[in-house]
């Protein structure tokens, strides 16, 4: 039978969301992003739990997040291809074609399913089809009037950013855009950002405070390697003359969190541009691998932490594509032993499109 392109979608979602058997009993609410921006955790320890999340992602249409549930069951049933089928059906709805129509392939090469089998052969098609219409429309990028950054076309004081760009991802879902077209970052005279970094509490049981203090003091180092004038920063003794201000916490109570921090805002009272990152000694109890107690996180996993939040304070909303560090989910705890630097090209490019906009302009995405 052939169907029609919306209407195998519609199928698909229905189909996909169908042909996995779940049965699990935990539900988490999802936390709605504000001003605040998260890491999610990435160490659900169990198997039902993540069935039932991948099953409430793929109904939602949340399909970065069904990804990453898809993608820890993968790594323990590689050959459970109604997993595969959901996990290809993701990455496709999440547009990464070339990765769907591979893992479409395998379903068809290896699985013994008819229903699976078809499907993908169905479905094939329909995505190289949208792939090359999604690679003619990705090249046309807005002519810049009065500025040298080819993702942005300025008319006034109105920008408009180019969100087919794959240069960026300044306009991708979960960006720092206000409704109003506002951004959020630093200013000419906030410079050198001022930073306040203390020891965690003895309590809190970590070991070797002044370790902490170094460790923070090295990711944001990261930043100023990748980007010296925006990532400027001075580190002080007192938190009342900081900008930027570390909040240590034990662990989170919120399963899905790993670390928050604000976006830069000028504070009335204080007279100054502000942000608060919160960074956790722990994982949560039940949320660290093959444990249920809370467990002290490793020096690059706290440190990945650090980065990825520091990007939040320096006004970064969140990527789509693993591999980028403002991904809202640790790549390793997808792909176990993944290596890979920590600031991306891709988050080089998009904040420095965010401190190109001239101040008090609206910025759009078209």
């Known amino acids: 039978m052939i169907y029609s392109n919306n209407s ?11 042909i996995l058997v779940f049965s699990a009993f935990i539900s988490t609410p999802q936390k709605a992003f ?22 409430d992602s ?10 990453f549930y898809l993608g820890k069951l993968l790594a323990k049933y590689p050959n459970d291809f109604a ?11 999440t547009k990464k074609y070339d990765n769907a129509i591979n893992e479409f392939n395998y379903v068809i090469k290896k699985s013994t399913d008819y229903n699976l089998i078809e499907y993908s052969k169905q479905i094939i098609p329909i995505i190289e089809k949208e792939k090359k219409e999604y690679e003619k429309n990705k090249n046309k990028v807005l002519v810049s009037v009065t500025n040298k950054n080819k993702n942005i076309q300025t008319k006034g004081e109105v920008i408009e950013v180019n969100k087919r760009s794959k240069n960026h991802y300044f306009c991708e879902k979960d960006n720092s855009l206000s409704p109003k077209g506002k951004f959020f970052r630093w200013e000419k005279n906030d410079y050198p950002i001022k930073v306040f970094v203390p020891q965690p509490p003895e309590k809190f049981g970590a070991k070797n405070n002044d370790k902490y203090v170094s460790l923070i003091k090295n990711a944001f180092a ?12 001075q580190f002080v003794s007192y938190e009342d003359e900081a900008n930027i201000v570390i909040k240590w916490i034990e662990f989170f109570k919120d399963e899905s969190t790993w670390g928050q921090a604000h976006f830069p805002l000028y504070n ?13 000694v722990k994982a949560q109890p039940g ?10 996180f490793g020096d690059d996993e706290l440190k990945y932490l650090t ?32 290596k890979q630097e920590f600031i991306s090209q891709r988050d080089v490019e998009t904040i420095n499109l965010l401190y190109s906009f001239p101040e008090n302009s609206t910025v759009i995405c078209k």
């Open 8 to 18: 195998l979608k519609k199928m698909g979602v229905y189909f996909i969301s169908t």
């Open 34 to 55: 504000s001003d605040v921006k998260t890491i999610d955790n990435t160490t659900l320890y169990s198997i039902t739990a993540l069935k039932q999340k991948a099953e």
């Open 58 to 67: 793929i109904n939602k249409k949340d399909f970065n997040k069904a990804l």
């Open 83 to 93: 997993i595969r089928t959901n996990y290809a059906y993701s990455l496709y709805m």
């Open 222 to 233: 990261e930043w100023t390697k990748k980007a010296p004038e925006i990532a400027n920063f």
């Open 268 to 280: 009335s009272v204080l007279k100054k541009r502000s942000s608060l990152i919160y960074l956790a």
């Open 287 to 296: 949320s660290a691998n093959y444990s249920l107690d809370s467990v002290l």
């Open 307 to 338: 980065i990825h939040e520091l990007g939040h304070a320096l006004g970064l909303g969140h990527s789509e594509v693993m591999g980028d560090l403002m991904f809202p989910f640790v790549p390793s705890a997808i792909i176990p032993g993944l």
